[in-house]
């Protein structure tokens, strides 16, 4: 399986990548995955050329299709004003525009870093609204990395967390989407409940991707 890691730090060394590395270890500690990095700083300037020009460079494009294509996701921003970074929110805005339907169905496991436990709300109130809106599948834990959390309890259990339910929404899609025909015999029935039939929650999200 793919998982694609998005890093919207800016520095070097940066907390975000630092994040966004360990949650990607976490990931393959649970699934085997293959880790693609993407740095977004590197790209600040084919994004801003693709909002004027209408067309991302070839770094970008290589960039954006790794995203669409990937079984998984990890995306890390530093907090600026409250939410996330320009820079971003720009790179989703690329991707949206190219591809609405790029992140439909995809498992997008959230997480940020900032200097004070006060901006952990951005996970919820900024990360998640926008990536529901994407029609990406969010990972119910999100991971927020304050600048005292480096080193103290809490935030390696938060990231185990985290992992393991992008792991299983990853596993859970990619058999949804290469059934086991000798496992399943095709006159097998749905399972019914009630007079309902019951679809397994990772076939609807694999019809999603469809």
Avoid: C
């Avoid at 801003?48 to 020009?53: E, I, L, R, S, Y």
């Avoid at 790179?91 to 498992?107: I, S, T």
């Avoid at 006060?118 to 994407?134: E, G, I, K």
């Amino acid at each position: 399986m793919k998982l694609v890691v998005v890093s919207a730090g800016l520095s070097v060394p940066s907390s975000t990548r630092l994040l966004a590395d360990r949650l990607a270890a976490a990931t393959d500690g649970h699934a085997a995955v293959d880790v693609r990095v993407i740095e977004l700083r590197d790209l600040a300037v084919e994004i801003a050329h693709n909002f004027t020009g209408g067309f991302p460079g070839p770094a970008l494009a290589d960039a954006l299709d790794a995203v669409a294509e990937a079984d998984g996701l990890i995306v890390v921003t530093p907090v600026f004003s409250a939410s996330y970074s320009g820079l971003f929110k720009s790179f989703f805005d690329v991707l949206g525009v190219r591809d609405e339907n790029a992140l439909a169905g995809k498992p997008v496991l959230i997480a940020a870093t900032g200097g004070t436990a006060r901006h952990s709300l951005v996970l919820d109130h900024a990360l998640r609204p926008l990536f529901a809106y994407l029609k990406g599948v969010v990972v119910p834990t999100g991971v927020y990395a304050a600048s005292e959390d480096w080193g103290a309890e809490g935030l390696p259990e938060r990231i185990g967390r985290a992992a393991k339910e992008l792991a299983a929404l990853m596993t859970g899609l990619s058999a949804g989407r290469r059934p086991d025909r000798a496992a399943v015999p095709e006159q097998a029935a749905p399972a019914r409940a009630g007079g309902f039939t019951v679809v397994p929650f990772e076939e609807q999200l694999a019809a999603l991707r469809r």
